[in-house]
Structures are given as C-alpha cells and as structure tokens.
C-alpha cells in the first residue's frame, strides 16, 4: 500500500497532542494536537467554501507554524498547493498561473495589501519590488480567495476568513478524513524554464511520503529531538517522527533552541559563527557543497554527523555523503550510493537517470513518466558510489576537448587559501570554441601564484584554464545555487 505522507502527520498529531510540533522564528509554538485540529478545521472551512478535490491553490502565506496549518489543511481538502512564488517579476508568475490554471488563491492579509492598497503598493514598488495585484494576479482566471491573519485593506470582500474558526466537533472518523487519492496532486512546484515556457514539477502525497521516508531513515528523529529547518522535506519528516521543527528567525534564535538537527544550505553556512553542542546531525543541500563549506561545517560541529544530500526537486532524495568521504575524493564531487529505493542508470553520454517510488508524477501539462533526467553527468566508483563529473548545460568544449567543471572545481577549492572555484567557458562568437575561465574567492592566506603553481597537478592538461580571474564573491540564483550565466558575465568584463 502506498504511503500518504498527510495521513502520517495527522496519525503523529494524534500520538502526542500536547508535545510542541513547530515553533516559529518569532518564538510561536503550536502543539500537535494544535496543528492537527487547525488543519482540520481549514480544510473544512475550505470545503464548505467550495474549493474541490484537483483545484489548484496558490499558495503565499508567509513561513510559520500557521503557514503549515493552511498548506495541511489545503491538501486535506483535496486541493493541490501552487507553488509559483508571487514575489517574482509579474509577467513570470502570470506565465506559471497561465500553465497551473489555480482556482484559488490563499494568502497573508498583509500581502493582499501591500499588493493592492494604493500607498503600500507605491511604497514597495520605490524599493525595487515589483508584486502583482494578487486579488487578480491573470485576468480571466476568476479567482477565489482566503486569507490568513487579520482582516486588512485589500483583502477581496468575499474572501474565506482562515483564523479562530469555530466549526464544531472533530472527533471521530470524519476528523481524520482526507479527501482525494494519495496518487492525485497534492503540490505543483515550478523549478525552471522560461517566462514563454515554464516548467513544473507534479508531486502526490504518496510520492512525497516515500521520499520522506528515505530521508527518515538517513535523518532519524525521535520525539524530544528540534530540527531546525525552513524546508518541508525535512521539517514533516520531523513531525512524522514526533521531534518539534524549529524554523528560523533573526537574532540568534537559533542557539536559544534545543536545536538537534540542523539543514543549511551550503551558502549561508558562511554566516554562521558557532552552533549548539546539542547538534547531532547536520544536512548540506540545495546546492554543491565546496570544500570549504565542509570543511567549516566539521569545525562547527565536531561531534555531529556532517552530510551533504544529492536531489532534485523531482527525485528527493537520490544520494548522501559524509563531508570526510567527499573531502578524500580526489576527482569529482562524490555525491554518494544511490539511497535504497532509488533506480539509477546512464545514457550513453553518462547523463544520471533516475527512478523510483519517490519520483515526482511529471511534468505539469506533460504525460506522467516513470523516471527523470538529472542533467548531471555521473560516474560510479569503484566502491559503487555516484561521482558528479559536471552539468550537461555546463560542459565546456575547447579545441575538440570536452572540459566538466566539477570534475576539477572540488580539488582547486580544497587549495590553502581559496574559499571556492569555478569554472565557465566563455564561447567565441564566430567559431564556437570556449576560453576556459577559472574563477576564485580568495580566503585566508590566499596567494594567486600558489594556486596557479598547484593547477596542472589537479587540472588535465586540456582543461587547464586560459584566465584566472579572483572575484570578492560568486553570484547565486534566487534558488540558492551558483548563477553560472551571471559569473560568466562577470569574468567576461
């Protein structure tokens, strides 16, 4: 029988009502019986308003242990959450609503306003940030909305109201009812493509119940345990597992927790002065982790056990390492075995593709599939363990030479002295051919002239670099991942 990841959360909520479920990152808590019982009561809110089984939800509640609530509550429903991030340009969220076609929006009073009311919407937009209206965000669409929090101006006059909801008894079999299928869409999240051609990925409630699991068994948690997180597929993983999800905040309220278990993302890890003796367990992801950023994770938590996960938005999860074993690969960045469950194979070009029971549904609008291409091209070692050699969209071809960065940017960054490195080709407009650029940021004792003396001992011959170019710091994308088109721009100035 296949999973369902909302009907775990529920089951957990009602092992322990009492227990602290989330705390948020102003020092809100919500117990498990708390959590279980305003879900409950949303989704019977939303019911009666006429949200049906399928519809879409877009979904822009800002992170806290209410923002969970709402999203249980709407999958409880049988709605499918829409997540299209409304804080982009408008004329990319109008091209993903173009593809999702929601039937609903649900989001923060306080963003209907500043959306809307005259006055906030100038005030924001002084400030650089473009917001749609979200009372009609696509005209034509025909939208329904509710909001969270108290009412504000802006807020659409017929608006499903989704706080102090009175609506009787929740006792008995019905309080736990979930309606939809597991293998229907419970969330649509948008990853890529182009305003013209957006690209979103289709997950179900058993898909993400089975990559939950996976993590589960990598990433243990037992009641008593805090894991600190911002990211769904760990902080669930926490309630299911009866631990409390801590969720961040600002001004150190990280350390004032109890914290046990700790995800980060391998860029923000910089930010970070100390962490609590109590961590056990701390996860890297959502981006390559360099050997810098593993190394200070060691250092941060010398007692906990320091892992850098491989995935993709379709496939979570497909691979763990230990920060020691990806520090002893020598050529390429060791990603780790596949995890249990996970079905890998490769095309001729050594492109990873990946299958499985935690494998998204599809593509939305595209016929479902039963595995996916990750884009990475991989090896496996000897020892039966995936090693990336680089991106497909990111190989560099130089004189007939095909050149993989991460084949060569893992070494380079372990060099005294340098914090990261990458490498990007620059095309020659009339003929094609690449000048290979490496880029560096410096840290402390970084000597340029080491570091190139080091290079042909690290580097193939025919992928040593043309240029050497030291930046103060490497452009990311919105997602947290290095914008290898904007650091190509900003090597080829």
Same mark, same amino acid.
């Given at each position: 029988?296949?999973?369902?990841?909302?009907?775990?959360?529920?089951?957990?909520?009602?092992?322990?009502?009492?227990?602290?479920?989330?705390?948020?990152?102003?020092?809100? !808590?919500?117990?498990?019986?708390?959590?279980?019982?305003?879900?409950?009561?949303?989704?019977?809110?939303?019911?009666?308003?006429?949200? /049906?089984?399928?519809?879409?939800?877009?979904?822009?509640?800002?992170?806290?242990? !209410?923002?969970?609530?709402?999203?249980?509550?709407?999958?409880?429903?049988?709605?499918?959450?829409?997540?299209?991030?409304?804080?982009?340009?408008?004329?990319?969220?109008?091209?993903?609503?173009? *593809?999702?076609? @929601?039937?609903?929006?649900?989001?923060?009073?306080?963003?209907?306003?500043?959306?809307?009311?005259?006055?906030?919407?100038?005030?924001?937009?002084?400030?650089?940030?473009? *917001?749609?209206?979200?009372?009609?965000?696509? @005209?034509?669409?025909?939208?329904? &909305?509710?909001? #969270?929090?108290? =009412?504000?101006?802006?807020?659409?006059?017929?608006?499903?109201?989704?706080?102090?909801?009175?609506?009787? %008894?929740?006792?008995?079999?019905?309080?736990?009812?979930?309606?939809?299928?597991?293998?229907?869409?419970?969330?649509?999240?948008?990853? +890529?493509? #182009?305003?013209?051609?957006?690209?979103?990925?289709?997950?179900?409630?058993?898909?993400?119940?089975?990559?939950?699991?996976?993590?589960?068994? &990598?990433?243990?948690?037992?009641?008593?345990?805090?894991?600190?997180?911002?990211? *769904?597929?760990?902080?669930?993983?926490?309630?299911?597992?009866?631990?409390? =999800?801590?969720? @961040?905040?600002?001004?150190?309220?990280?350390?004032?927790?109890?914290?046990?278990?700790?995800?980060?993302?391998?860029?923000?890890?910089?930010?970070?002065?100390?962490?609590?003796?109590?961590?056990? &367990?701390?996860?890297?992801?959502?981006?390559?982790?360099?050997?810098?950023?593993?190394?200070?994770?060691?250092?941060?938590?010398?007692?906990?056990?320091?892992?850098?996960?491989?995935?993709?938005?379709?496939?979570?999860?497909?691979?763990?390492?230990?920060?020691?074993?990806?520090?002893?690969?020598?050529?390429?960045?060791?990603?780790?075995?596949?995890?249990?469950?996970?079905?890998?194979?490769?095309?001729?070009?050594? !492109?990873?593709?990946? +299958?499985?029971?935690?494998?998204?549904?599809?593509?939305?609008?595209?016929?479902? &599939?039963?595995?996916?291409?990750?884009?990475?091209?991989?090896?496996?070692?000897?020892?039966?363990?995936?090693?990336?050699?680089?991106?497909?969209?990111?190989?560099?071809?130089?004189?007939?030479?095909?050149?993989?960065?991460?084949?060569?940017?893992?070494?380079?960054?372990?060099?005294?002295?340098?914090?990261?490195?990458?490498?990007?080709?620059?095309?020659?407009?009339?003929?094609? %051919?690449?000048?290979?650029?490496?880029?560096?940021?410096?840290?402390?004792?970084?000597?340029?002239?080491?570091?190139?003396?080091?290079?042909?001992?690290?580097?193939? /011959?025919?992928?040593?670099?043309?240029?050497?170019?030291?930046?103060?710091?490497? @452009?990311?994308?919105?997602?947290?991942?290095?914008?290898?088109?904007?650091?190509?721009?900003?090597?080829?100035?």
């Amino acid at each position: 029988m296949r999973s369902d990841l909302l009907a775990q959360v529920l089951a957990a909520c009602e092992r322990t009502p009492r227990a602290a479920a989330i705390v948020g990152g102003r020092g809100q !808590e919500l117990t498990f019986g708390d959590l279980r019982e305003r879900a409950l009561r949303i989704r019977d809110r939303l019911a009666g308003a006429g949200l /049906a089984p399928g519809d879409g939800v877009l979904y822009a509640v800002e992170p806290s242990p !209410e923002a969970i609530a709402v999203a249980l509550g709407v999958v409880a429903a049988g709605g499918v959450l829409v997540l299209a991030d409304p804080g982009l340009a408008p004329e990319i969220l109008q091209a993903r609503l173009r *593809l999702a076609r @929601p039937r609903w929006v649900v989001a923060g009073a306080l963003l209907y306003a500043i959306t809307s009311v005259g006055p906030l919407r100038a005030l924001v937009r002084r400030r650089g940030v473009l *917001l749609p209206d979200l009372r009609d965000p696509l @005209p034509g669409l025909g939208l329904r &909305h509710a909001y #969270t929090g108290r =009412w504000l101006p802006g807020v659409p006059k017929d608006a499903v109201r989704l706080r102090d909801l009175r609506l009787g %008894d929740l006792e008995g079999a019905a309080a736990t009812e979930v309606r939809g299928d597991v293998d229907d869409p419970a969330a649509v999240i948008f990853t +890529s493509g #182009t305003t013209a051609h957006p690209r979103a990925v289709v997950h179900t409630r058993a898909s993400l119940a089975a990559g939950l699991e996976i993590f589960r068994d &990598h990433f243990p948690v037992e009641p008593g345990d805090v894991v600190h997180t911002d990211g *769904l597929m760990l902080g669930l993983p926490a309630l299911i597992g009866g631990g409390t =999800w801590s969720m @961040p905040g600002r001004g150190g309220v990280l350390f004032s927790r109890r914290v046990t278990h700790l995800y980060c993302v391998p860029v923000e890890l910089a930010g970070i002065d100390r962490l609590p003796d109590s961590v056990r &367990h701390l996860m890297l992801g959502s981006a390559p982790a360099p050997p810098a950023v593993l190394r200070r994770a060691i250092a941060l938590a010398p007692g906990a056990e320091v892992l850098s996960v491989y995935a993709m938005t379709e496939a979570l999860p497909i691979a763990l390492a230990g920060a020691a074993e990806k520090l002893d690969c020598a050529e390429g960045d060791l990603l780790g075995a596949p995890l249990p469950g996970v079905g890998v194979r490769f095309a001729d070009d050594q !492109e990873l593709i990946v +299958s499985g029971p935690h494998l998204a549904r599809g593509y939305l609008g595209e016929p479902p &599939h039963t595995e996916v291409a990750t884009g990475d091209l991989v090896r496996l070692d000897d020892q039966g363990r995936l090693v990336l050699l680089g991106r497909k969209k990111d190989m560099i071809l130089r004189d007939g030479f095909n050149i993989y960065p991460s084949l060569y940017e893992p070494a380079v960054a372990a060099l005294p002295g340098v914090a990261d490195a990458a490498i990007v080709g620059l095309a020659d407009p009339v003929t094609g %051919d690449e000048e290979v650029v490496l880029a560096l940021v410096p840290g402390d004792g970084f000597q340029e002239q080491a570091v190139r003396a080091r290079l042909p001992a690290l580097v193939d /011959a025919g992928a040593l670099p043309d240029r050497v170019v030291v930046l103060a710091e490497f @452009p990311y994308s919105s997602r947290r991942k290095l914008d290898r088109a904007a650091l190509r721009a900003a090597v080829g100035r």
